[in-house]
């Protein structure tokens, strides 16, 4: 049965599709750089990017209503996340190779679900609880926190699933009122103005133009990444749209073996096919 609040879910899915290409291709740009770029001058830039493509693409509809809100202090909170999860994304993309990492973060619809006990006071059942455990160790055998090559740094995309989790929540609450603009345009500037704050710890000169190209490409991957995802919880339920963006992962595994020649090894591979699995089958748990 369809819901009325979402005529046209199928635009919701396309949008979501095209939030995820969008973020593989940020992620496989921000390995590539990640050696060279320190990690507040590319958060930096991304933002500054993503501001001025906002205001570029919406002043000339919206104005002045751009900058209008009524929750002042939830756009600052959903800013602060956004800059901490790019913040901790760049830094864990110098650990692990971008499909993995994205398969990974494909953990966060059911930490969501488990964050909807506390916060929503829904009831977790017991299978999610096992989908959640079987989760985790398909992310720990991508990992494999094990051996001479292993760094306590690679554990970093659990935290960014956290960060990432209650990020979802928060902009899943905001666009009951929000205009999908403000909020964009909010959150670009909340991580301009904190990475101008950073910015004379962390500022190197890019002798090579091609690096400045790349770093400003991602601000452009992001910006677009957010706002089509912002755009799709506003055309579908979020039940409809989570199991499309598994699609993120094909599109970081294909970009890592393009840019980097990298394919997973069997073990990456039923890691990440586990965690697929419990985050779609979380998904029908949770939905019916």
Partial sequence: MSDPRFPH???????????????????TASQYVGAVVPVLMAVWLRFLVQTVMTLMLLWPRQRTALFKTRQPGWQLLRGALMVSSGTVAYMSLRHVPVGE????????PLVITLMAAPLLHERVPPLTWLLVAGGLMGALIVIRPKGSDFQGAMLLPLGLVVINAVYQIVTSRMVRTEDPGTMHFYTGLTGLVFGTLLLPWSWVNLGDWTLWAIVAVMGVFGSLGHYFMIQAYHRAPASRITPYMYAQIGFATLGGWVVFGYAPDAWSIAGIALIALCGGLGVRVRHG
């Fill in 9 to 27: 879910p199928a635009r919701g899915i396309a949008l979501a599709v095209c939030a995820t290409l969008c973020f593989a291709l940020l992620d």
């Fill in 101 to 108: 990492f994205t398969a990974i973060l494909m953990l966060v």
